[in-house]
């Protein structure tokens, strides 16, 4: 299994050269069975990393362009009426991949990212009172510009809430950019980049994250720390039990891609930023919800509060 999971980080960097970091945690949040949102300026790679991830695994893949006019039905599908038959037959939106990539999702209406919820939630969809469950695996990879950029709508709590990671990329070094500008991955290695897991094989792996041992200690030590951002003045909205449990997924996930089968604090710790600081809210405003300053704020003080949180010896 290592080595499956050593073939998909080599697979994704043919393509997006810089930040290995970012790389681990798109791997860690695949491997978690979580959702990811990758929020940075135009033009860093954000897609290119999202369709990478995508055609490293021989499953589903399907992209949405999200855009102003599209409505829930677009995303989800509609019944049609069937003259042969007499009867109205589901035609299947884009939601129903393995893989789904929103991209762009902050440009789209608040109605038509709440379509989304029940699949990112309960990984299935409700149509004309129908409720319709999705083939296993199942993740939703959405880019969003910053909010402070014309056209965007920020996402609500209750959507943010449902990705397991937020990450950013940032700009590459200039030796990683002079490759990009040599090689042009985009253009030329991304469209003949092949699977190396089979769908299959993403679920083994999976499963083995869900078998990672997390000690009652390291369990303890969230529960101690949700309930420290509960009761610290600087935050209005502290970390949700839901919150709690992507941490302890991604601590999982992090420990198995470390080549151990249980959880180190150091695995918690190292989620916090990217688990955490979109599903927190600090007091005082200055910041809309969900922006870079609102996340960058969360982090500093989520980093603060960790401090004061005795940890597992």
Do not use: C, H, K
């Given at each position: 299994m290592r080595d499956a999971v050593r073939r998909l980080h080599d697979n994704i960097t043919r393509v997006f050269m810089g930040h290995p970091e970012a790389v681990d945690r798109v791997v860690a949040c695949l491997l978690a069975r979580g959702h990811l949102l990758i929020e940075d300026v135009p033009g860093v790679g954000k897609t290119v990393l999202a369709h990478a991830i995508a055609r490293s695994v021989e499953c589903d893949f399907t992209r949405i362009q999200l855009t102003p006019d599209?409505?829930?039905?677009?995303v989800l599908?509609?019944?049609v009426y069937d003259r042969d038959t007499g009867e109205f037959k589901l035609k299947r939106g884009p939601i129903f991949a393995n893989i789904v990539l929103a991209d762009e999702i902050n440009r789209t209406t608040p109605r038509t990212q709440s379509a989304l919820l029940e699949a990112m939630s309960e990984a299935s969809v409700s149509i004309d009172g129908t409720v319709i469950p999705l083939d296993p695996p199942f993740m939703l990879i959405a880019t969003q510009n910053p909010a402070e950029f014309e056209?965007?709508?920020?996402?609500?709590?209750?959507?943010?809430?449902?990705?397991?990671?937020?990450?950013?990329?940032?700009?590459?070094?200039?030796e990683d950019e002079l490759r990009v500008?040599?090689?042009?991955?985009?253009?030329r290695a991304l469209p003949d980049l092949e699977p190396v897991l089979h769908r299959d094989d993403l679920i083994t792996l999976q499963s083995a994250v869900d078998d990672v041992r997390t000690d009652d200690a390291i369990l303890a030590y969230i529960v101690r720390f949700a309930a420290a951002t509960r009761e610290a003045p600087e935050l209005r909205l502290g970390l949700s039990p839901r919150g709690s449990l992507a941490l302890a997924q991604a601590a999982r996930a992090t420990?198995?891609?470390?080549g151990r089968d249980y959880v180190v604090p150091e695995d918690v710790t190292s989620n916090v930023a990217a688990v955490c600081a979109h599903r927190v809210i600090p007091a005082g405003g200055g910041h809309e919800f969900g922006t870079p300053g609102a996340a960058a704020a969360a982090e500093r003080l989520l980093a603060e509060i960790l401090d004061t949180v005795e940890s597992p010896a």
């Open positions: 599209l409505l829930p039905s677009d599908g509609v019944s056209g965007t709508y920020p996402l609500p709590e209750n959507q943010l809430d449902r990705f397991l990671m937020r990450t950013t990329i940032g700009y590459p070094g200039p500008l040599r090689e042009r991955p985009g253009l420990a198995f891609l470390s």
